[in-house]
């Protein structure tokens, strides 16, 4: 019997200080439901594509339901996210049988009544599918990475470029981590540190020899069995929201433990250079 696995996208980059988004930046951008998505980004650089990759390799019946993103802008008015969010669960909820869902969020979503906007997408469908389904999440590097993120999703995975190429890659390595856990090829534990630390746009170039692509390389170079994903946020600035920071996360196959340890190193290696990452000279 196939696996039945969900994809979603629901994707917008806030700036707490500018004009709200409406559905119109999102429509123009990109929104598509149900096959459409397939068809306007199955052969893009996208999380969608990097999904259907996966998927569409393995024994899964696959059912799209929105793929939306609106470029950087401010809160996302209550009317518009509540329609999206509204057209993702109630879809959501018509499906008989749901094994997984794989679903492409930024991570620094605000809209007018949320602060941690892409935890109450996520919310919203384990109100649906319950806590027993895997949820395997992707997230922009310059995500806001919360708590409430991690208790929600099963694992999250982050891009590791700046400027972003690497999104079907990532969308990728979430479908794997998902047909691995539907598979019981693996047991995930994710571990999350967040940092009191806000480092300036311009410094985010991750292939410019320097302080940041070390750290980089340093987190990326932990990624040893039994660790099987790594991802550091470095949080964009333009945020006037609690908990902002970078995260460091890193999930293990059935060693909470080295997921710990290995976290730790990570996030203590970017705290000690903290003053050089944080020079705009």
């Not at 439901?33 to 052969?43: E, P, V």
């Not at 020899?209 to 790594?230: H, Q």
Request: charged share 25%; with cysteine.
């Amino acid at each position: 019997m196939p696996y039945t696995v969900v994809i979603a996208e629901l994707k917008q980059e806030t700036n707490t200080s500018a004009a709200p988004t409406t559905l119109k930046d999102f429509e123009d951008f990109h929104l598509f439901f149900d096959d459409q998505i397939k068809i306007g980004l199955g052969k893009s650089n996208s999380e969608i594509a990097g999904f259907l990759e996966i998927l569409e390799k393995q024994d899964v019946t696959v059912i799209p339901i929105i793929a939306t993103f609106a470029v950087s802008g401010g809160p996302v008015e209550k009317k518009t996210f509540d329609y999206l969010t509204k057209y993702l669960t109630e879809k959501l909820s018509k499906i008989e049988k749901v094994d997984g869902v794989l679903l492409a969020l930024h991570g620094a979503l605000v809209s007018e009544d949320f602060q941690d906007g892409d935890s109450e997408i996520l919310r919203q469908v384990r109100e649906v599918v319950g806590h027993e389904i895997p949820i395997c999440v992707t997230m922009d590097l310059h995500a806001n990475v919360t708590e409430s993120n991690v208790a929600l999703a099963t694992t999250i995975s982050g891009f590791h470029t700046c400027p972003h190429v690497d999104l079907q890659e990532t969308g990728a390595r979430a479908a794997r981590l998902l047909m691995g856990i539907l598979k019981e090829e693996i047991s995930p534990s994710m571990e999350f540190i967040k940092l009191p630390l806000v480092v300036p746009a311009s410094n985010h170039i991750d292939f410019e020899p320097g302080t940041y692509k070390d750290v980089l390389d340093f987190a990326f170079s932990k990624e040893i069995e039994p660790i099987i994903d790594i991802s550091v946020f470095t949080v964009q600035p333009w945020l006037d929201i609690k908990e902002v920071g970078w995260s460091v996360i890193v999930i293990a196959n059935k060693s909470k433990a080295k997921a710990s340890l290995t976290a730790k190193e990570i996030a203590t290696n970017i705290w000690s250079n903290r003053e050089s990452l944080t020079s705009t000279t």
